[in-house]
């Protein structure tokens, strides 16, 4: 017995495979995916984060508000049914008709908790394949692959489990709704599981909604129907109202036998009294929406005019992104990108760990005063 379980836990459990030399910071690498975020408490002289893709505007205080009052609660469990905060954002994604769509509507821990729960309970065991983009987000390969699937290419016609991120994280690459349908259409097999990853969407403006698979109700129930397809919409809310340290997701089902299949394996209380009250409220804040499409595509207008113009680099990814997919001359020129981010107190995310684009860095949107002190540490690079 003891062997078996020496085998299972040691031998069995799979393991990322990460290039020597990579600096994965905090992150244990055989066990977890990089993820930026991660040095802003260790640096002496921070400034600000350009390692993550959160809000330029910061924590919206209306929710910041909210959730310091639910600390009066924490002495007690909080809601199973994920009330107040599931209704709210079920009025938030579909204001005409959202009671009848509340009811495929789940919560979780952060967008992580909810992609791991399909993985492993909403699709048959087999192949899983990304988006068709050159890289994307990792967490969806770290479940997959936790689960037993076998990655195949993105073109690969048999992936029983399909991931893609849109807008896709870190490359940038945006597919309005109908040109994602589309994708869907052609690239995924009867019977297959797909989760679209819409974390980023609401950066495309006031009219968003109209933009997302989340208005696509008809169409997910006919590829439930017509191919057996099943669909789910991914969200990260960490992002968009800059909660990270809260976590908070959620998923929309293609169906409430889908949505109540997986809903069955998630535990109890995986979003605490603090989330489910900031969520609550910041649905609510139409100014700090405002706010946010307001500044936010001027904001990166700026960074990618410098980096181009006075460093000569390319920059690559939608106008309306909370960050910037940054192409450098070399692998030397990015280290040396990382290096003097972080020696200044703005660290940036590699595009090394994980993504494997050894010449890339990611950096976020930040305001013009933040911008400029990442821009003069790394102004020994700019072009001659």
């Not at 099943?230 to 109202?241: A, D, L």
Request: contains cysteine; neutral net charge.
């Amino acid at each position: 017995i003891f062997f078996r379980v020496f085998n299972f836990f040691f031998i069995m459990a799979p393991t990322v495979d990460v290039p020597k030399g990579d600096d994965w910071g905090k992150w244990d690498k055989k066990t977890q995916t990089f993820h930026g975020g991660q040095e802003w408490k260790s640096i002496d002289n921070y400034v600000e984060d350009f390692s993550v893709t959160t809000n330029a505007l910061g924590t919206p205080e209306s929710g910041a508000k909210a959730a310091r009052e639910a600390l009066s609660s924490m002495g007690y469990y909080p809601r199973a049914d994920f009330e107040p905060g599931l209704t709210e954002l079920a009025k938030l994604l579909w204001p005409d008709d959202w009671m009848m769509n509340k009811r495929r509507l789940l919560l979780g821990n952060g967008a992580s908790e909810l992609i791991d729960l399909i993985a492993r309970c909403g699709s048959q065991m087999g192949g899983w394949k990304p988006g068709p983009t050159i890289t994307q987000y990792k967490e969806y390969e770290r479940s997959a692959t936790a689960c037993g699937y076998k990655t195949l290419k993105h073109g690969d016609p048999n992936a029983n489990l399909v991931c893609m991120v849109n807008p896709c994280n870190p490359t940038g690459d945006y597919m309005p709704v109908e040109e994602c349908k589309k994708w869907i259409e052609d690239n995924c097999a009867d019977g297959s599981t797909v989760m679209v990853d819409e974390s980023m969407q609401p950066w495309v403006g006031p009219n968003w909604r109209e933009d997302s698979l989340v208005s696509q109700s008809r169409w997910v129930e006919k590829m439930v129907v017509t191919r057996g397809i099943k669909v789910y919409v991914i969200h990260s809310w960490t992002k968009i109202w800059s909660c990270a340290g809260i976590r908070l997701g959620s998923f929309v089902a293609p169906t409430i036998d889908e949505y109540e299949k997986v809903k069955s394996h998630q535990v109890p209380w995986t979003v605490n009294c603090v989330a489910m009250s900031f969520l609550a409220a910041v649905v609510k804040d139409d100014e700090y929406m405002q706010k946010t499409w307001e500044l936010t595509t001027p904001w990166r207008e700026r960074s990618r005019k410098i980096l181009e113009e006075e460093f000569g680099w390319k920059v690559h990814g939608a106008h309306f992104n909370s960050w910037l997919w940054v192409e450098t001359p070399s692998v030397e020129t990015a280290k040396t990108v990382i290096k003097l981010a972080k020696a200044a107190g703005v660290p940036v995310r590699s595009g090394t760990p994980g993504y494997e684009h050894h010449t890339f860095f990611r950096m976020a949107v930040r305001s013009p005063e933040k911008q400029d002190v990442l821009f003069k540490a790394l102004s020994p690079l700019k072009e001659a």
